[in-house]
């Protein structure tokens, strides 16, 4: 083959390498460093519910879909992606979130066991459609779950365990916005509005869009205006919200999101509290209060989470969160790496381990070593080993 060939074959043959490492869109490959920052993150957040006396579970990534769309679930059902069981010829859905797998496994699995009952968890979901902020379909989802009681200091416990983790991570001016989903049905119902057939009005509040809420909510506009300028810092919000004429069901509501959020606030680094009572987009299952956090110059939402009902008109109620991986990996700097030590393929198993419990990586030559500091920076070792002694690959001058 002459030279011409040669070089149009290798052409051919990494044209066809791309092709063959060509992905989905909004699926990726994790390569070393990055897939060592998400085990890193997702380790921490894991540790600091524990350290709360939350216990791991592990929901399968599959489920009929019977079971993984009932109750909260079937939010989800568009957004999943499905097929047919070859076993059973049931339908299958790949879990799009895993907070509904809890809610599944504390009412049936775990229904036996006393309550308050603390869960927490981490796993893949896939999601047939990414969202605005972020392309990724394959998502690392990671939170917990407090099951029993509908109580602010439930609420307040599951909104610290996620601040501590957010915090250990090392994010600085954290903020948080409580939303309460409830709050607009109820509104809704009582100037005569039928919340389930209102979609389009609920849109253009979510949008935020006054226009639209003008052409579409008629005589009730100027109401649900006024509700909208509630968003924002939180105790302006509450006065303004405390001003209009509400049905008494709100009232309580609005109790609730102050008492929240005065707690919220006391914490010293916080850098902030805002409220937005009007926001349902990502919520739609939440019958209490919804929450986001948010760091000072990083795009997208931390994690979220709020409080819901089990199953549907059940007396089970549980607060929960979730932490985005995909946001804090952007956010946070990766962890100091260790030091990897060079060792000749003929170190003693002893002399290895007791540098693995030193905080040592090794590495091992697997073969004759004629220049060991070449040879360690070629593999990425920051140190050697010599007739026994640790020398690093720096030259100190």
Same mark, same amino acid.
């Given at each position: 083959m002459d030279r011409k060939?040669?070089?149009?074959?290798?052409?051919?043959?990494?044209?066809?390498? %791309?092709?063959?490492a060509l992905l989905p869109a909004g699926f990726k490959d994790q390569l070393p460093s990055m897939a060592a920052h998400e085990a890193f993150i997702v380790q921490a957040i894991i540790e600091q519910c524990e350290a709360y006396g939350y216990e791991r579970i592990k929901p399968p990534l599959i489920e009929f879909e019977d079971s993984l769309f009932n109750g909260a679930g079937? =939010?989800?059902?568009?957004? =999943? #992606? /499905? #097929?047919m069981d070859p076993v059973s010829g049931k339908m299958m859905g790949i879990r799009a979130d895993m907070t509904v797998q809890v &809610? /599944?496994?504390? !009412?049936? /699995?775990? &229904?036996?066991?006393? %309550?308050?009952?603390?869960?927490?968890?981490?796993?893949?979901?896939?999601?047939?459609?990414?969202?605005?902020?972020? @392309?990724?379909?394959?998502?690392?989802?990671?939170?917990?779950?407090?099951?029993? @009681? *509908?109580?602010?200091? &439930?609420?307040?416990?599951?909104?610290?365990?996620?601040?501590d983790a957010l915090k250990r991570l090392g994010t600085r001016n954290i903020s948080i916005d409580i939303t309460a989903p409830a709050l607009i049905p109820f509104v809704l119902k009582s100037v005569g509005l039928d919340p389930s057939s209102s979609q389009e009005l609920r849109g253009a509040l979510d949008r935020k869009d006054i226009k639209a809420v003008e052409s579409l909510a008629g005589d009730n506009a100027l109401l649900l205006? *006024?509700?909208? !300028?509630?968003?924002?810092a939180?105790?302006?919000?509450?006065? %303004?919200?405390r001003e209009l004429t509400l049905p008494i069901e709100v009232e309580k509501i609005i109790d609730r999101l102050e008492n929240l959020a005065s707690l919220i606030s006391s914490e010293n680094d916080i850098a902030e509290v805002t409220i937005?009572?009007?926001?349902? %987009?990502g919520f739609e299952y939440y019958n209490g209060i919804g929450f986001s956090f948010f760091s000072r110059g990083i795009r997208g939402e931390l994690g979220r989470g709020g409080r819901y009902s089990l199953e549907d008109c059940s007396s089970q109620s549980s607060c929960g969160f979730s932490l985005y991986i995909e946001t804090l990996l952007r956010a946070l700097n990766e962890p100091a790496k260790k030091n990897r030590l060079l060792i000749p393929t003929d170190t003693n198993r002893k002399t290895i381990m007791d540098f693995h419990a030193a905080g040592w990586l090794t590495? *091992?030559?697997?073969?004759d070593i004629i220049d060991e500091r070449t040879e360690a920076e070629r593999l990425g070792c920051s140190h050697f080993l010599r007739n026994g002694q640790v020398e690093t690959t720096q030259i100190i001058e």
């Amino acid at each position: 083959m002459d030279r011409k060939g040669y070089l149009l074959s290798l052409v051919e043959k990494k044209n066809e390498l %791309r092709h063959i490492a060509l992905l989905p869109a909004g699926f990726k490959d994790q390569l070393p460093s990055m897939a060592a920052h998400e085990a890193f993150i997702v380790q921490a957040i894991i540790e600091q519910c524990e350290a709360y006396g939350y216990e791991r579970i592990k929901p399968p990534l599959i489920e009929f879909e019977d079971s993984l769309f009932n109750g909260a679930g079937v =939010s989800m059902t568009e957004n =999943s #992606f /499905r #097929f047919m069981d070859p076993v059973s010829g049931k339908m299958m859905g790949i879990r799009a979130d895993m907070t509904v797998q809890v &809610a /599944r496994i504390a !009412t049936t /699995r775990l &229904a036996h066991l006393e %309550r308050p009952l603390r869960l927490c968890y981490s796993g893949e979901v896939l999601r047939v459609n990414p969202d605005n902020l972020n @392309p990724d379909r394959e998502l690392v989802q990671v939170g917990a779950e407090l099951i029993g @009681p *509908n109580t602010v200091t &439930a609420d307040l416990e599951v909104i610290q365990i996620a601040l501590d983790a957010l915090k250990r991570l090392g994010t600085r001016n954290i903020s948080i916005d409580i939303t309460a989903p409830a709050l607009i049905p109820f509104v809704l119902k009582s100037v005569g509005l039928d919340p389930s057939s209102s979609q389009e009005l609920r849109g253009a509040l979510d949008r935020k869009d006054i226009k639209a809420v003008e052409s579409l909510a008629g005589d009730n506009a100027l109401l649900l205006g *006024n509700i909208m !300028t509630t968003a924002g810092a939180w105790e302006a919000g509450i006065k %303004r919200l405390r001003e209009l004429t509400l049905p008494i069901e709100v009232e309580k509501i609005i109790d609730r999101l102050e008492n929240l959020a005065s707690l919220i606030s006391s914490e010293n680094d916080i850098a902030e509290v805002t409220i937005d009572p009007i926001e349902n %987009r990502g919520f739609e299952y939440y019958n209490g209060i919804g929450f986001s956090f948010f760091s000072r110059g990083i795009r997208g939402e931390l994690g979220r989470g709020g409080r819901y009902s089990l199953e549907d008109c059940s007396s089970q109620s549980s607060c929960g969160f979730s932490l985005y991986i995909e946001t804090l990996l952007r956010a946070l700097n990766e962890p100091a790496k260790k030091n990897r030590l060079l060792i000749p393929t003929d170190t003693n198993r002893k002399t290895i381990m007791d540098f693995h419990a030193a905080g040592w990586l090794t590495v *091992n030559g697997l073969g004759d070593i004629i220049d060991e500091r070449t040879e360690a920076e070629r593999l990425g070792c920051s140190h050697f080993l010599r007739n026994g002694q640790v020398e690093t690959t720096q030259i100190i001058e």
